[in-house]
C-alpha cells in the first residue's frame, strides 16, 4: 500500500483551508520544509539578496521610489513543466486595478541567475503543486512572479498595495516573505465581496507566506513604516500568480 509522504500530507491541509475559506497565512518553518523536498535552498542568501537589485515602479510617480520590482512570465503546462515565456508586459484591466490598470506595463526582467536558481525553482514546484491539485481539470497556467521591494522613510510610509483592498484578476496567488528589514506594520487583510474583513495577519519573518484564492477574496496591506528613522527600512516580497488558461 502507498503511504503519503509528510508534505503530501500538508499540501492536503493547505488545499482544504483555501477551498474552505479562501486564503491562509502558513508559518515560515512549515513553507521551508515543503521547499526542500523539492530543491535545496543553499542558494538562498544569494536569491534574497538579489531584492537589492530591483529597479523603481516608474508607473508610481512620485511613490515610485518607496516600490521597486521585477518581473517575468511563465507557463505551466498539463504534466507540471514551468517553462519562463519571453520577457513582456504586465497587464491588469481597470477593475481589478482602477490605479493603475488598463495598460501595459513594463518592468526589468527578473535576473536570469535568480530565474535559474535552486530557491526559485523549488518556490515555482511548490505553487505549482499545492494550486494544481486545487485544480484537476485545468490544461495550463499562466504564471506571474513579481519580486516586490517596499521602502519606508521618516515621514514617508511605504505602500504595499497602494491599489487598496483589491483582486489581482488570476486564480491563486502565493505571497511569500523574503525579507524585513526595520518595518512596523504591513498587516494583510482579506475581505469578501462585500468588505467585511475575513482574517488578517502579519508576514514577519523569512518564508512566511500569504495563500489566497483571488476568485472568491480580496486582499491589501498596510502601509509599512520605519522603526528606527535614522535607518533603512524595507519589506521584500515574491508574489506567484496563477491564471487558468481555458
Do not use: C
Request: hydrophobic share 40%; proline share 6%; aromatic share 8%.
Amino acid at each position: 500500500m502507498a503511504v503519503s509522504a509528510p508534505g503530501d500530507d500538508v499540501l492536503g491541509g493547505l488545499r482544504r483551508d483555501l477551498s474552505e475559506q479562501g486564503f491562509r497565512f502558513v508559518e515560515g518553518a512549515t513553507i521551508r520544509a515543503l521547499l526542500e523536498q523539492r530543491h535545496p535552498l543553499d542558494d538562498w542568501a544569494g536569491f534574497a539578496a538579489s531584492w537589492n537589485e530591483l529597479g523603481p515602479d516608474t508607473y508610481l510617480a512620485s511613490r515610485g521610489r518607496e516600490r521597486k520590482r521585477r518581473y517575468a512570465a511563465y507557463s505551466v503546462s498539463v504534466d507540471g513543466g514551468i517553462k519562463r515565456e519571453p520577457h513582456q508586459p504586465h497587464y491588469q484591466p481597470l477593475q481589478y486595478n482602477p490605479l493603475q490598470g488598463g495598460i501595459d506595463r513594463w518592468f526589468d526582467p527578473v535576473l536570469p541567475a535568480v530565474a535559474e536558481s535552486s530557491s526559485l525553482r523549488a518556490i515555482l514546484e511548490f505553487s505549482r503543486d499545492l494550486f494544481t491539485g486545487l485544480r484537476p481539470g485545468i490544461a495550463a497556467w499562466q504564471l506571474e512572479l513579481h519580486q516586490f521591494r517596499i521602502e519606508a522613510r521618516s515621514g514617508m510610509a511605504g505602500e504595499p498595495t497602494p491599489e487598496g483592498v483589491h483582486r489581482d484578476g488570476v486564480d491563486y496567488v502565493l505571497v511569500l516573505l523574503v525579507d524585513r528589514a526595520n518595518i512596523a506594520e504591513g498587516t494583510t487583510t482579506i475581505h469578501a465581496e462585500d468588505g467585511r474583513e475575513l482574517g488578517h495577519f502579519t508576514l514577519t519573518a523569512p518564508f512566511d507566506a500569504a495563500l489566497v484564492d483571488d476568485s472568491r477574496v480580496l486582499h491589501g496591506v498596510t502601509a509599512v513604516t520605519p522603526i528606527d528613522a535614522a535607518k533603512p527600512a524595507h519589506r521584500d516580497v515574491l508574489v506567484v500568480t496563477y491564471r487558468a488558461l481555458r
